[in-house]
């Protein structure tokens, strides 16, 4: 069974830097693509970032862009978003999720539905 759990989430001010981690358990290693989403209150969840099976490509949203950067570590199971200027609206529940295989991916890595495992999600609060 397939498990996800962030963590590093929390209250910041306008500017600061936030690293998420997402541990991942039950898979082997490089055998998923992962993502990170981000949901405000009231909002739909909406894309930030991903990285590829290999962890050679990523792509991120225009509203991220240049702030935030995925990562991962194989050999620990864990996918990172280091997540720096921080904003007010980047406040929301970050949630990791994984994606066992889609061949659609390159063209479908914005959408939610192609995920097969999510994780509980971790606050982010920024204030201005």
């Known amino acids: 069974q397939v498990q996800l759990v962030e963590s590093g989430g929390g209250l910041v001010q306008s500017g600061d830097s936030l690293r998420l981690a997402c541990a991942v358990s039950?898979?082997?290693?490089?055998?998923?693509?992962a993502a990170w989403f981000r949901q405000a209150v009231g909002k739909e969840r909406n894309f930030v970032a991903t990285?590829?099976?290999?962890?050679?490509?990523?792509y991120y949203s225009d509203s991220v862009k240049g702030r935030f950067t995925i990562s991962r570590d194989d050999a620990k199971n864990t996918v990172y978003l280091q997540m720096n200027n921080l904003k007010p609206e980047d406040t929301a529940v970050y949630y990791c999720?994984?994606?066992?295989?889609?061949?659609?991916?390159?063209?479908?890595?914005?959408?939610?539905?192609?995920?097969?495992?999510w994780g509980q999600g971790t606050q982010v609060t920024v204030s201005s």
């Open positions: 999720a994984a994606l066992d295989f889609f061949e659609n991916y390159y063209s479908d890595y914005d959408k939610s539905t192609i995920y097969d495992h």
């Open positions: 039950g898979r082997n290693v490089g055998s998923y693509a």
């Open positions: 990285i590829n099976w290999a962890g050679k490509e990523t």
